[in-house]
């Protein structure tokens, strides 16, 4: 069985992807068609400090990096006994989330199977636009800021990488500018644009592409 950690935006909390998104609806209903197989998963908090995280870590030394890919999985293998250290990991995420997942998810791309976001944020820069608090009181480091070089610097290890974005939402060009600059280099990717903003109903509809991709991931 793997495991899929699912990361939620600004505001958000470990309830969105369930209560918001029906994510465990959509898993059900994907795992039962034998579309994918079987799977764990996890909907953690980013850490509830202030507007969001980032899922990165701060200037105080707080960690929100080692709690997403250290303590969740820790936690979730000991809620499951069938879910062991050696279970595949994938990492997906909306908005600030979707730019955890991407990050984090090329960072430490040995331990990652496959990655997927949505509606991403995909550089540090952009939380501005989300939160009412200054990034910059987050001390984050400017070496950690970028979608794009986290991706570049996995290099051949890259896991298998898709990201969408609606046509709607006012994250679309920075996605484009992503996807086009993963192009240039040659990096194998799946980028995707569908109908929609930024909003619950395009996320919980495309949740279905990513289980779907990282089923696919999973087999082969």
């Known amino acids: 069985m793997a495991l899929v950690v699912l990361l ?3 505001y958000g909390s470990h309830w969105c992807w369930a209560l918001r998104g029906g994510a465990h609806r959509t898993a059900d209903r994907l795992i039962d068609s034998g579309a994918i197989p079987p799977l764990a998963l996890a909907m953690p908090s980013d850490g509830l400090r202030g507007d969001g995280t980032a899922y990165m870590r701060h200037g105080d030394g707080t960690d929100y990096e080692r709690w997403i890919l250290d303590e969740v999985p820790a936690a979730a293998r000991a809620a499951l006994p069938g879910l062991d250290a050696s279970a595949p990991l994938c990492i997906a995420g909306l908005s600030m989330g979707g730019f955890g997942a991407l990050r984090l998810g090329a960072k430490h791309a040995t331990r990652v199977a496959a990655i997927s976001g949505h509606s991403s944020m995909t550089h540090f820069a ?7 608090e200054d990034p910059a009181s987050f001390g984050t480091s400017a070496m950690e ?3 794009l070089d986290a991706i570049v610097a996995a ?3 890259l ?4 990201f969408d974005c609606g046509l709607d939402d006012d994250l679309l060009e920075f ?3 992503l996807h086009r600059a993963l192009q240039a280099r040659g990096i194998d990717h799946t980028y995707e644009e569908f109908p929609g903003g930024h909003t619950w109903p395009y996320w919980e509809a495309h949740l279905d592409d990513t289980l779907r991709f990282f089923g696919e991931a999973l087999r082969s």
């Open 8 to 10: 939620h935006g600004v």
């Open 159 to 162: 896991p298998r990488l898709r």
């Open 126 to 132: 952009q939380m501005a636009q989300f939160v009412e």
């Open 155 to 157: 290099g051949a290890q």
């Open 175 to 177: 996605n484009r500018d």
């Open 145 to 147: 800021a970028s979608v």
